[in-house]
Every structure is written in structure tokens, then in C-alpha cells.
């Protein structure tokens, strides 16, 4: 367990951004810095890492149930294909859909439009208790934003003090963020847009749009370095490599168990004598 | 194939409720009357129910993605310990959890209570193409409002003629309602409530409250007879034996099962000319 436990530490510690030395351009999508080696190990390791995120996401729930809240976010962000989908299936399906939250945020609606960026965020933070998991989020709007120009530069340039003032507000709400950025190499999508393609179950998956979009990889690396290396003050980012599934739903099933590790959730003591409750039940059974 | 999906069938004909001769205490909540004889055969079942409820989500999701309007929505009702929380582990956590929308309803807030019964309902109902649960729901409205005598009786009275209405609003909608009355014995509610007393891992889902609505056995009883019988106009409802966990899990799961096969929801066609996207990536990818 120790030796478990600090690898899950190192976890962490590997694919945390560090604000002052961004450059993606380094990171390379197909590593496998630490962990397993072949995905039938990496299976293995997230069934085993599943029990224990059920188990804590348990606890959580309950201290939310108690009064409690804490609760995690965590914040899912990649380019087309780098697999924020797969990974809501395979590391969420792990814990009991009861306490999970997902919000997937598409292209804002006329409504979302008209109130500021933030506006369908906050709606969509999870209660106390619950494992809330953002598919894109308010990083969009310093993305796909910037890059289209959908706003002016200096919009665009005020929204990372925003984004840092509203996690650290969600920080003091008791929320921890866990931002995973799914880092996918241009190769790797241009086999996965082929894939989406050439399979007609898979076809409903692909929008043109996604191919202007891969035009622009170069600018969306950008504009991912700047929202990365800017908005690491209230939590930190996580490059994870995403080439290869298997490895980033490992990486990202252990930085959510670190996370939980580190709540460390209990559930709450009885607000009730158990004993009496126990007797009412055994001895004066109220149901006659 | 022919003869799992006759079983479907007859799962949905055997335990829906007949509006005109509901008589609850006749039916056994240890019952099995159809489908698998053991946890361990139910087990291999449900797995297979599993992949097919999970291949049918994506396609309503696509559809949904597609502009597609329809959903499902599984509504949870049942006396405390009557599994409905262990339904929507075993059984949504069979599918994608990014399509699954989980609410649940507990004592309404002062601000739910400002509005009417439904207010708070309305803003739960899945969006097209997601699979939405309700653990708990505006029956609640006709039950512990009922019993407890909430509200005055013509108004709980009055009610029964609003869910009809609203659920038959939502059919129009595009929403697919599978109800599911979880049917529990009274001694099978007292083991569940012991072991939860007894167990430190499981006092926090104990409240000294389950006593006084056992206590009330009976009166829930009436009330969810009439809930039921009356509230059959716009969908079924279903009453699965829950007295046996494995049985409530296969049996919820084969009504979902049969449910979303009635849709046959479709993937949407490609908007765009495959071939075509095939080529400019393939000859033209705009990656530089």
C-alpha cells in the first residue's frame, strides 16, 4: 500500500503543469513516464483503482449527506478525438452514476450567449458530495474563443484572471479541481478522424467543422499553453498523454484517486445513538 | 434472439399494473416469475442486458446529437430500503455515464417549496437523447404528502390530475417514461434497515425519520396504490419484487432493456459526404 501510494503521489507530481516552463511542443502524447506498461496491465490497475474511487466517491457522498462541502470537479479539455468521451466511459463508469455529475458544454446556446462566459458554468458546478466531470468548460472560451476570434484579444486576455478568481472561489466553496488537459498528437487524430470516417457507427461522431478546427492545431497549442500556464493558480493543470487510451485512462483514473486520496471523505458520524435505533427496531417495532 | 426478445416482452406484460385491479398486497415481493432462478444466472443476464442497454444509449444519444428529440426517462419509486439507490448502481452503471442523468428528489428546499409540485420536476427531465433517472419523483407529491397530510387533502387529490397531465405533456415531448414501483415486504425492509444500523460503513443512509415511515407501512401502501392506479394514463407503471436484490436489478434492467428496443433508436446519417471528408483529409489534410 505504501508503495501504492506513493506512486499515486508521483502520479501527481509527473504530469503536473508547471506554469513557468509550458511548452506542450515537449511533452510527448505517446509517453508512458510512469505506471503501467501494456494495456492489460493498465487494466488490471484500473479495476484495482476503481474499487478504491468507488469506495472514497462513497464516503463523499456521505459527508455531502452529512452537511459536508467538499466535492470534486474534474475538468476534462483536449483537442477533437484526444478522447474527453472515453474517458467520461471508461474512468467514470467506475463509481456509481448516483454521485456523478457530467456536463458536457457545446457551442453556447443564444441564452448562454447573452449572460457572461462564466454563467453556464457556475450552474453546472457540482454539489456538495458529488464527482462533478466537465466534457470542455469554461477553458473554451480562451480556445475555441480566441482561436476563431470570436471575441476581441483584450475579451479574451481579462478572461484568465477571471477564470483564476472564479476556481478560487470554487476552491474556498470546497470544490477540488482536478483539470486534466488530454494532450493528443496531430498523427493520432488524423488517425482517429479517419477511424470516425470509415466506421458508419462512428460517423455521427464527426463534423466537418472538426477538420477547420485541426487547421488550426498550431493556434489551439497556443492558446492551450497560455490557458495552461496562466490559470494554474487556483489548481494545478495535468498534461496527460493521450495517445494511447489505455495509458490516459489510467493517468487520469489515478489523478482523480489522488485527489480523493488526499479528501481523504469520511462519512459522518450518526446523528442518532445507533443502539437506540437499533432497540426501537428490534424490540418496539413500530410497524404493527 | 427471437425467444430473449418474447422475454422482453412478457417482462413488460408481468409486471405492468393493471389501473383497474391493483391490489398490491397480492403481489409477492419475493416473486420471480420470470426470467433468471438464481443471483448467479441473474448476474450473467444482466451482463448481457448490459451491452445491448449500453449500445442503445449511444445510438439515442446520436440521435439526440442528430436533433433528435427522444429520451428516456426511468422514474424510482419505493419505500425506504427498497433498492432504488442499488438499481441506479447496478443497472444505469451498466451504461455510459455520460449520457445518464441522475436526480434526486428529497424533502424540497424552501425555494422548491415556493413553487408548484412540479416546478422542481420540470427542470430535472432529461434533455433529448439522454437517458434521465429520477431516484424518487413527483410521486412523492401524492405519497409522504399524502401520508404525512402535507397538504390538505383536496389538494394532494388534485394532483393525481396534474401528473397525468405533465406526463402526458412529456410523452409528447418525446419522453419515454419507465416507472418502476420497487416492491418491497415489510420484514425484508427491517432486515435492510438492521444491517444498516449495524454496519458503521452504512449508519449515514439510516435516519430515525425510516422509523416513522414505517411506522406508516400501511398508509404508503394505500397511497401508492392509488398512485399507481390513477397515474397510469400517460405510461405504465411496473411493480418489480425488490425483495430480492438480484431479481429488482435484472427485472429494472430488462423494462429499460425492452424500452429502448421499443425506440430502436438510429444513428443519425451523416450531414456530410463521408467520402468526401475522407479525401480532404486523406489528400488534403489541412494540417500543415
Redesign the interface.
Known amino acids: 500500500m505504501a508503495k501504492k501510494s506513493a506512486q499515486v503521489q508521483s502520479v501527481s507530481d509527473i504530469f503536473r503543469v508547471n506554469p513557468g516552463s509550458m511548452d506542450l511542443a515537449a511533452l510527448d502524447p505517446a509517453a508512458t513516464p510512469i505506471g503501467p506498461r501494456s494495456k492489460e496491465e493498465a487494466a488490471g490497475e484500473v479495476a484495482r483503482i476503481g474499487e478504491e474511487l468507488d469506495e472514497l466517491q462513497e464516503a463523499l457522498f456521505?459527508e455531502g449527506?452529512?452537511g459536508g462541502r467538499r466535492r470534486v470537479l474534474l475538468v476534462l479539455q483536449g483537442m477533437d478525438t484526444s478522447g474527453k468521451?472515453g474517458t467520461?466511459?471508461h474512468v467514470?463508469?467506475l463509481v456509481?452514476?448516483?454521485g456523478?455529475?457530467?456536463a458536457?458544454f457545446g457551442r453556447p446556446t443564444p441564452e448562454e450567449r447573452s449572460h457572461d462566459f462564466l454563467w453556464r458554468i457556475r450552474r453546472q458546478v457540482p454539489p456538495p458530495g458529488y464527482l462533478g466531470?466537465f466534457?470542455r468548460s469554461h477553458y473554451e472560451d480562451v480556445l475555441v474563443a480566441r482561436v476563431d476570434g470570436l471575441v476581441p484579444e483584450d475579451e479574451w486576455r481579462r478572461r484568465y484572471a477571471l477564470i483564476n478568481e472564479f476556481e478560487a472561489d470554487l476552491v474556498e466553496q470546497g470544490v477540488t479541481l482536478v483539470k486534466c488537459f488530454l494532450h493528443i498528437s496531430?498523427e493520432k487524430q488524423?488517425e482517429r478522424?479517419?477511424a470516425r470516417?470509415?466506421d458508419?457507427?462512428k460517423?455521427?461522431?464527426?463534423?466537418?467543422a472538426d477538420?477547420?478546427a485541426?487547421?488550426k492545431?498550431s493556434a489551439y497549442r497556443e492558446a492551450y499553453r497560455d490557458a495552461l500556464a496562466r490559470c494554474s493558480e487556483a489548481a494545478p493543470w495535468y498534461a496527460v498523454p493521450a495517445d494511447r487510451k489505455w495509458y490516459r485512462n489510467w493517468a487520469v483514473a489515478s489523478l482523480l484517486l489522488g485527489a480523493l486520496r488526499d479528501l481523504a471523505p469520511r462519512?459522518?458520524a450518526?446523528s442518532?445513538d445507533?443502539e437506540v435505533?437499533?432497540a426501537?427496531?428490534?424490540d418496539a417495532?413500530?410497524?404493527?
Open positions: 456521505a449527506v452529512g468521451g467520461i466511459r467514470l463508469g456509481n452514476p448516483h456523478v455529475r457530467v458536457a466531470v466534457d496531430p488524423k478522424l479517419l470516417l470509415e458508419p457507427l460517423q455521427w461522431k464527426y463534423d466537418p477538420l477547420a485541426r487547421a492545431f462519512r459522518p450518526p442518532y445507533p435505533e437499533l426501537r427496531l428490534r417495532d413500530p410497524l404493527r
